[in-house]
């Protein structure tokens, strides 16, 4: 069925380097991609989205890449901090569908 | 402006009864959403509304599952004769449009005894 995945769950960075977070996904006909964040105890955060029209896409330290021939995207965080520190969570939705179908995420730690 | 907000924060229920589950969403927000997350999961859609039209609701679990969003602003999600495989977060979203960034309450966690 349809899935969106992710190859790592958990990362450890330190504080000031780059993150790297990949996620996979099945459904071809997906066409907008969203990065959330998450804090505990908190609702996911919107970060960062993309749709199929583009391969790149750059905000404020986070830039996502989606390469669809492997149906790969990914998120990279500049000069990780801290406060990075969160799950995150890619997710897939057909433009004109209601459905917005998540991964299981992503924990990003940040050693200071 | 204020965010998505969600009531209550935390739900305690024994098994059998009923809950009901409130979202106000963001003023002016056409496109409303539930969605349920178990523990280390990402969420799961249940339901989405357009306006006061409900116009997707595949991900409802089970028929004890009804929302409703009346006047096009507040949701209201319920949950009749509440059981242990309820335990879980349950989140709101809303949006300009269907295909903008949703934004998203701090959930109401229910735990069912």
């Known amino acids: 069925g349809e899935s969106v995945g992710l190859h790592l769950p958990t990362l450890s960075v330190q504080e000031g380097d780059n993150s790297i977070i990949n996620c996979a996904y099945s459904?071809?006909?997906?066409?907008?991609f969203i990065w959330y964040k998450q804090e505990s105890g908190k609702g996911p955060q919107f970060i960062i989205d993309?749709?199929?029209?583009?391969d790149k896409r750059q905000g404020q330290r986070v830039t996502v890449l989606l390469n669809k021939t492997v149906k790969h995207l990914s998120l990279q965080i500049a000069a990780t901090q801290p406060g990075d520190s969160a799950v995150y969570f890619c997710?897939?939705?057909?433009?004109?569908?209601?459905?917005?179908?998540f991964g299981a995420g992503t924990r990003l730690f940040v050693k200071a | 402006g204020a965010g998505v907000s969600q009531s209550p924060r935390y739900k305690v229920a024994k098994r059998g009864q009923d809950v009901a589950l409130r979202c106000d969403p963001i003023?002016?927000?056409?496109?409303l959403f539930w969605y349920q997350q178990a523990l280390g999961q990402g969420p799961e859609f249940l339901t989405y509304?357009?306006?006061?039209?409900?116009?997707?609701k595949s991900g409802l679990p089970s028929d004890r599952f009804f929302a409703e969003r009346p006047e096009g602003s507040v949701s209201t999600l319920k949950i009749q004769r509440t059981q242990q495989e309820d335990s879980a977060v349950y989140l709101c979203?809303?949006?300009?449009?269907?295909?903008?960034?949703?934004?998203f309450g701090d959930g109401t966690r229910l735990s069912i005894l």
């Open positions: 509304f357009q306006n006061e039209a409900q116009l997707d």
């Open positions: 997710a897939e939705k057909q433009t004109g569908g209601f459905k917005t179908i």
């Open positions: 003023s002016g927000h056409v496109s």
């Open positions: 979203a809303s949006s300009r449009a269907r295909d903008q960034p949703q934004h």
């Open positions: 459904n071809s006909a997906s066409d907008y």
């Open positions: 993309i749709r199929s029209n583009m």
